[in-house]
């Protein structure tokens, strides 16, 4: 498990080659996150729990204007 904490504004991209081999899952524990995954995207406010498709590019944003604070779990496959 890995907690982040992304800045307001802050878009960051995610290869899907670097989850290749993991399955994911994501908990809002603050704030709002939009999560794009492929050609979808998904709104995640706090307390909101998603789980990873197949692996594709994938973008965290935080459109808020305070930080947005997540929970990561990853298992390798």
């Not at 290749?20 to 998904?42: D, K, M, N, P, Y």
């Amino acid at each position: 498990m890995l907690e982040v904490v992304l800045p307001a504004q802050v878009r960051i991209p995610y290869p899907a080659t670097a989850f290749a081999f993991q399955h994911q899952q994501i908990w809002v524990r603050q704030g709002t996150l939009i999560f794009e995954e492929g050609s979808q995207a998904h709104r995640l406010e706090t307390g909101d729990c998603l789980q990873l498709g197949p692996p594709t590019d994938c973008t965290f944003f935080n459109p808020g204007s305070d930080p947005c604070v997540y929970v990561v779990a990853l298992v390798r496959r």
